[in-house]
Each structure stands twice: as C-alpha cells, then as structure tokens.
C-alpha cells in the first residue's frame, strides 16, 4: 500500500527537534544533524556533525540525539517533541544493556538530557517526514571534525525546509 506522508509542525507551546545520522558505508565515515522547530515551522537552531569513522550507523544517531537535545536546552525549550527515523534509538533508550555494552556511556548520556528537567517525549517517524535532518547530518560528511551549528538555516537546505514548510507530501510503500 502506498501512503503519502508529510512534516508536520508541532502544537502551540511545544518546539520540535528532528534527528538523524549518516554513515558512508565504503569508507565508515559518521555524521549527525538536527534541527529545532517552532510551531510556525520557523528554524530556531540547528547543527551538523562531522563524527569522524563508526562502525555502525545507530552510533551516529544517537550523537544526534544527544547534540539535539544539549542544542534544545541550550536555546532554553522547555517542551520538547523529537522524531527519529531509528527504530533502533528508541529500543535502545528504553532497554538494559550489559554494563559493557560499547554504546552505554553515549546512551546514559542521551538519557540524563532526555529526563532532565522538562518536559521531552520522543517518537518515531519515516524517512520520508525527516528529510531536513538527514539534509544536515549528510552536510556533516563534507565538514571540518566537530559539531557546526547554525543559527539560521544552511543554504544547502533551504529547499527542503521550504518544502517542508509547504507540507510537501511524499510518497512511502507500506507493506501490510
């Protein structure tokens, strides 16, 4: 079945930050980007990341997640919804891993900001609804190491973000 899909801001009062990692399998090259939205659909901040060589892609993401939200306390929001296109990093914040588990410290991480001191829920979304976040995290790949952030939206995604803006449906395959 074949369903169109679209952003959609979030309600009055409540910011939105949309997550997402990148990995260039032949080379194992990580990158990360998030932005924060107001209810308007006005860019409030955002960043990209270049995050050096990974191994698997799931570690991108939840840097994003991390940075995203050190980003959205940063910018004072206090009522938070964020979307992810990784159903792993929503099975992963809520699951107990070993103590040695190679991604605990990064995780525990993103859960001391996810539970602080707001009010932060988290969902998941399709590929098709996160296309400004994927647009930062793939602009991370052709970045100095380190975290950029941007007060205003990059030139490389203003045609995203408008269409965005503009509800732009797109097309996604469900199989039911």
């Known amino acids: 079945m074949q369903t169109l899909l679209a ?5 009055v009062s409540i910011m939105k930050l949309n997550i997402d990692g990148s990995r260039i399998g032949s080379s194992g090259a990580i990158a990360a980007g998030s932005l924060i939205h107001n209810s ?3 860019w409030v901040a955002g960043f990209s990341a270049n995050l050096g060589h990974g ?3 799931w570690v991108a993401e939840l840097w994003a997640l991390y940075h995203g939200l050190k980003l959205a306390q940063r910018v004072q ?3 938070l919804i964020v979307e992810t296109d990784s159903t792993i990093v929503l099975h992963l914040l809520n699951a107990k891993l070993e103590l040695n588990h190679p991604v605990l410290t990064l995780l525990n991480m993103c859960r001391v900001c996810w539970k602080s001191s ?3 829920r988290i969902f998941h979304v399709f590929r098709e609804v996160n296309f400004v976040a994927d647009s930062l995290a793939k602009m991370g790949h052709e970045m100095e190491l ?3 952030c941007f007060v205003l939206p990059p030139c490389g995604i ?3 973000l ?3 803006r503009d509800g732009l449906l797109r097309s996604r395959l469900i199989y039911v």
């Open 7 to 11: 952003w959609k801001p979030p309600p």
């Open 40 to 42: 308007a659909s006005e």
């Open 55 to 57: 191994e698997i892609l």
């Open 77 to 79: 929001v206090t009522k």
């Open 118 to 120: 707001w009010d932060c």
């Open 146 to 148: 380190g975290i950029h």
């Open 158 to 160: 203003t045609g995203v």
């Open 162 to 164: 408008q269409e965005d």
